[in-house]
């Protein structure tokens, strides 16, 4: 019997469906993937004689432990942890760990597998992880999110390592988790090395890691605008979230003459038409640790709407979902579609919906895939990791020359991918294609592992 790509794409899907039922979020990434992939498969059948497909849909090892910490009142409390070490064949682990209270496994499963296409598409030596804990960092005092990080860290050290498995930051996980997790790494197994990244500079951080993920969501964007003649300067934009990624969207924006009108929270967004006061949002965000709502007690013109779906129905010229996946839905893109909406670039990982990437790819809206846009921020972990091995630091204009470099090579790189495998102009495939044929590659040459 002959059989098609088509039958071997369905057959892999399905059966990361049966193997993975109810993991909602999983099966979207992998199907993503898959479908960008037939041209591929048809001109690299011996990829499924090797059976890649099959295995980079599982993961290498799957790490779940129990995480039992006492709360402020002497109450003991238990979260669940977890580490999926997805897949090493071009480099160490690497992947950011998740503190949220919706963390489960099908959410890590999917953040990891799209991980080892992004750090492919780095061009730095890394392989996919994720990790995370439903632990809600939320309204916990700072010795609570203290004695959770150390209890998490005393389980998880003995699966990571400076050249096995990097984790570093995501939702939920910032500077503060990083040095609570990085001392107990420390007292545990006596090494100061750079198991974790996103490190405060004093212990071996790198400049511009805070920044990168959001200043290269832009720096992409802004090699995708280039591509029909267009630039931020002048441009109204809008940001979802106002956590790391949101906020450096927002600096690097602004600084190339862009106006930020909207940015959100998990309660609601806020609408400034002279333009966001970042100084405001950094204050109550990275330092007060407060609601968005807030932002309107100093700025009376703002308006503050409860809910963060209705951010989308802002007239904008270019869209920065960077909160969380699945916040912008097929409704939400038509609605951006027809206020002449020009780019979208996803500086959170999935943020828009299958729904919402057909309006956009159909439209002939520039759409940049997160795996592709929001890479500068493990890029410059990876580049972290260089610092510590050679335990020397760059300067910020070196890093960030770096970055900018690297965010200039994946647009090319997936432009350059969309183009030979039959579909121009759409960075989803493009993306994914050359990630992937990185990825595989190693593993043909690596043998059945
Ligand atoms: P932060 O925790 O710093 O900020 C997250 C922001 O998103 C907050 O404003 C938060 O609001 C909002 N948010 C979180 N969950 C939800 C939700 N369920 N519904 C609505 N809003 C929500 O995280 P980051 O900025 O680091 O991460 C944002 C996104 O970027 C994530 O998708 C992450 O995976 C991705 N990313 C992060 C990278 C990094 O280097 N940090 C690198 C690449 C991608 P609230 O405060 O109310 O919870
Ligand atoms: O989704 C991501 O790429 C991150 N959260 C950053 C990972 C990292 O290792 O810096």
Redesign the pocket.
Known sequence: MVTTTTDYIERVMEAVKMRNPGEQEYHQAVGEVLDSLRAVIDKNPEFEDAAILERIVEPERQILFRVPWQDDKGKVQVNRGFRIQFNSAIGPYKG?I?F?P?VYIGIIKF?GFEQIFKNSLTGLAMGGAKGGSDFDP?GKSDSEVMRFCQSFMSELFRHIGADTDVP???????GREIGFLFGQWKKLTTLHNGVLT?KGLAYGGSLARTE??GYGCVYFCDEMLKESKNSFDGKTVVV????????YAHEKATQLGAKVVAM????GFIYDKNGINLDTIKQL?EVERK??KEYTKEHKNAQYTEG?SGIWNIKCDIALP????N?LDGNAAKTLVKNGCLAVAE?????CTPDAVKVFLDNKIQYGP?KAA?????AT?GLEMAQNSQRLNWTFEEVDEKLHRIMVNIHRAAKEAADEYGTPGNLVNGANIAGFLKVAKAMMAQGLV
């Open positions: 950011g998740r949220h919706s953040l939320k570093a930051g995501d939702i939920g996980v910032g996103g990168a993920t979802s979230g106002s956590g790391n990624v949101a906020i959100s929270d998990s309660s965000k609601r968005i963060c960077s909160a969380t996946q916040e500086g959170a990982n999935m943020p997160g929001n890479a500068g921020g493990v972990s």
